[in-house]
């Protein structure tokens, strides 16, 4: 027995010989075309004939039925019942058979109308979706059994034609219906205008309409995209955009080098932040800038914070703000001056029906046109989205150039939110379109391509690279591209669609892949989006390490909101959690640089580039605090390590190399006695020194990984634990070795521990012990253990400080042989 599909005819009357066209003619046709298309007859009597298919010859099985019914159009027209399944071949030249298929598809052809083709559901094209349907038939078999059958849509059988349909949408017609409330939001220089509208009345289209008529010289365009969690993500995402389209200006030299922080994710305080958006939308040969702010409840709080600050004065630029319907303005804009709001609700009935035309360029009958205006409640997003779920299913179709309900009833159905009628779209997607869109929609709903596809084919491999399905997902309106490299959903109500969609077990997944991902591609700031990933994937303890992290950031760029909320949000996470300590003014507490320092200090020393191993100190201190160089200079083994008090300061000891001939002359010979210098100008506490050497040794081209690291640990003890951190890891992600990965790894380490994130850093320094030793690295291996030992001291655990001093002398052993 073979899977078949079975094609059975009925004349229109239910009898083909009585049919009047000559049965053994017309019978020998069909024949004919259904051999031309690989078919072979497998039954037939004097009501009914039959041919089968192969099951995975349905294009040809479906062109040869088609066929029939255009040639009958002007004749008899047949009526046709297509089934599937086993069928038994009889005899043993094969051709006529028998099975329950054959049974099904004559009883199909027997309840049909003439000029009609039913489908039995156990079709497999029909189960997969590939095949469109328009509507029920049901009948009475002539044993008095009920029959069941789906009407092919004859017009566009195919799905993938239906969708093709959905291409001819205007993706951005002209504004239809909102004039007065556009007039409205033209409010006075220095003034701001409050935007109502629920998800779906086209708020974001009314602001961008608002740019386009006002036409400012620059404008900043603050809405939730990538990353809209870290602290200032929003108005760094908004001033790159404004750079790909507008001119910059002229910026004071501060200003300029704040710009550049802000672009490269390190932040700036708040009062720096606001004086350069009044320095961008400053007005130009009199015309005025614009400010706008889309879903303000989705914009993180320190972008929220500069908006406050930056409108009210000087003035000189206009801004509006859009939030939803019932929607309280957040308390940190509560000081900005409201002058004028508007309430975006749905569309009137004319308006409505003229934007369903504009959406099919006018090419739609009046009839349709008002049909699927209701459909979408009269809300733009949902008008749209019913035209496309309609053309998508066929309810409405193209006869030639115009778009027409398929038959009577098609459009009359019950009206439905936008939201219902893209999930109803969603089911035709491809696997492949569905992740990358998914991926986009967890990033923030805008996002870089080469983010998408880190996160996407984790979860549902090549296929679902941007590259792959963005010409797709574009034409059919299910995103866009805001810039090169980039890829949009639609709207928020689409991306909020898609992720819904998504069972509890896969949607913790998706976060967790999503999150794993943005960890090793943010700096510091952004760590506050992992760790949001984290907390909705059940990571609630990594979860809050990485918004301590954040916190951290956010506080060392004098971003007191921001990292007030992260705490908080660490704090709830995980009560036991280690976060940065805040003045009651917000400013970050930190240990004195001269402890921060000693703790490099010692670990460089003992893992330096190239350098030799120091005797591990078999009694770590009782803290942190005592490691400073007083402490360390009592030890008088490890002080004559880096030199006795007699000797130069290290200041003169470096100054004294331009005068060594050996050190001048070679490169190399110069950067092994800087790489000594470095560290005892570490011990020593004399970060002017530091700097010097630093300098001097990148200059040499030798060791820029110690280079790096060390400058890192110099921005610790300039009190910028935000800027070192991202250096720190930075160097780690970059890492060109094992060996070097180890090294960086525990510099990052070591660097968090100056910063005071202790279990962060205790994590880091097992992950590098364990890359050593997998690297059989061990110096590397015993550096690790000595500062996990100076680790457990430092957080009350003895015990294990003990531990971990031994297995640092059992590494030095076996470095000494």
């Known amino acids: 027995m073979a899977e078949r599909i079975v094609v059975s005819f009925h004349g229109p009357n239910g009898s083909l010989a009585s049919s009047g066209s000559g049965y053994l003619e017309r019978s020998l046709s069909i024949l004919k075309r259904a051999e031309a298309h690989g078919g072979a007859l497998c039954a037939w009597s004097g009501e009914a004939y039959s041919v089968d298919f192969a099951a995975e010859a349905l294009d040809e099985a479906l062109g040869f039925t088609l066929e029939q019914v255009a040639e009958a159009q002007d004749g008899e027209p047949l009526r046709i019942g297509i089934a599937q399944g086993e069928m038994q071949p009889i005899g043993a030249q094969g051709g006529l058979a028998w099975g329950k298929p054959l049974v099904r598809a004559e009883r199909l052809a027997a309840i049909a109308r003439p000029g009609e083709v039913l489908l039995d559901a156990d079709v497999a094209a029909v189960q997969s979706g590939d095949l469109v349907t328009a509507g029920l038939r049901r009948g009475r078999a002539a044993d008095g059994s009920i029959v069941r059958g789906l009407r092919l849509d004859i017009y566009a059988p195919l799905r993938g034609d239906t969708l093709a349909n959905v291409l001819k949408l205007v993706l951005a017609p002209e504004l239809v219906g909102r004039e007065e409330e ?67 200006p002229a910026l004071p030299e501060a200003l300029a080098a704040a710009f550049n922080k802000l672009l490269a994710g390190e932040g700036i305080d708040p009062r720096s932040a606001a004086e350069l958006v009044d320095a961008w939308l400053a007005p130009v040969d009199g015309r005025s800038g614009l400010l706008t702010v889309d879903d303000v409840a989705l914009i993180d709080v320190a972008t929220l914070e500069v908006v406050s600050q930056a409108i009210p004065a000087p003035g000189f630029f206009r801004s509006v703000v859009r ?268 240990d004195a640089p001269a402890e921060e320092l000693s703790i490099a200090s010692i670990i460089e020393a003992a893992m330096g580039e190239g350098g030799q191993m120091r005797a591990s100190d078999p009694h770590p201190p009782s803290s942190l605090g005592s490691l400073s160089p007083d402490s360390l200079s009592a030890r008088g083994e490890g002080v004559a390590a880096y030199g006795l008090p007699s000797k130069p300061s290290v200041a003169e000891a470096v100054e004294a190399l331009g005068d060594d001939p050996a050190a001048v002359e070679d490169p190399v010979v110069m950067a092994e006695r800087l790489s000594k210098l470095l560290r005892e100008a570490l011990v020593e506490g004399d970060i002017k020194t530091v700097e010097d050497i630093l300098v001097r040794l990148r200059v040499t081209g030798e060791h820029d990984a110690l280079v790096d690291r060390m400058g890192a640990f110099v921005l610790l003890a300039r009190r910028e634990p935000g800027e070192a951190l991202r250096k720190l890891k930075e160097a780690v992600d970059s890492a060109s070795s094992p060996r070097a990965r180890v090294r960086a790894r525990l510099s990052y380490g070591i660097g968090l521990a100056s910063a005071g994130d202790m279990d962060r850093a205790l994590m880091e320094t097992l992950t590098a012990l364990a890359r050593a030793r997998e690297a059989s690295d061990q110096r590397a291996e015993q550096a690790c253990a000595r500062f996990l030992a100076y680790l457990s001291a430092a957080m009350g655990q003895p015990q294990a400080a003990m531990v971990w001093t031994k297995v640092a002398q059992t590494s030095g052993e076996a470095l000494r042989g």
């Open 323 to 590: 939030l939803d319907v019932e929607e309280a303005l957040p308390e940190v804009l509560s000081s900005i001056p409201v002058v004028a709001e508007v309430t975006l609700g749905p569309l009137p009935k004319e308006a409505a029906v003229a934007l369903a035309r504009a959406f099919c360029g006018g090419a739609i009958t009046q009839e349709a046109a008002e049909r699927w205006a209701r459909r979408g409640e009269g809300m733009p997003l949902g008008i749209r989205e019913a035209l496309a779920e309609g053309l998508s299913t066929g309810e409405l179709r193209w006869a030639g150039d115009v778009a027409e309900p398929r038959d009577r009833a098609s459009g009359r159905g019950a009206p439905a939110p936008a939201h219902e009628w893209i999930v109803r779209r969603a089911t035709w997607l491809e696997p492949g379109e569905r992740a990358a869109l998914v991926g986009v929609a967890l990033l923030g709903a805008d996002a870089p391509s080469e983010i998408v596809d880190a996160v996407s084919t984790l979860m549902a491999g090549a296929g679902a690279r941007v590259a792959v399905v963005e010409d797709a997902l574009v034409g059919a309106g299910w995103a866009y591209r805001p810039e090169e490299g980039w890829l949009a959903i639609a709207s928020r109500t689409t991306a909020r669609a898609l992720i819904g969609l998504l069972d509890a077990g896969t949607r913790e997944l998706w976060h967790r892949m999503a999150g794993r991902v943005l960890e090793q591609n943010v700096g510091p700031l952004g760590l506050a989006e992992p760790a949001y990933h984290a907390a909705v994937a059940g990571e609630r303890a990594s979860a809050a390490v990485l918004a301590a992290e954040a916190a951290l950031a956010a506080a060392g760029a004098g971003l007191r909101k921001a990292a007030a909320a992260l705490i908080d949000e660490a704090r709830s996470l995980d009560p036991d959690v280690q976060v940065p300590e805040l003045s009651d003014e917000g400013e970050l507490l930190v």
């Open 182 to 248: 556009l007039g409205k939001l033209t409010v006075p220089l220095g003034c701001a205008g409050l935007l109502r509208a629920a998800p779906g009345a086209g708020g974001t289209r009314l602001l961008q309409e608002l740019a386009r008529r006002l036409a400012p010289p620059r404008s900043l365009r603050i809405a939730p995209t990538f990353l809209p969690r870290e602290p200032l993500g929003a108005l760094r995402n908004a001033f790159a955009r404004s750079l790909g389209r507008e001119e910059p």
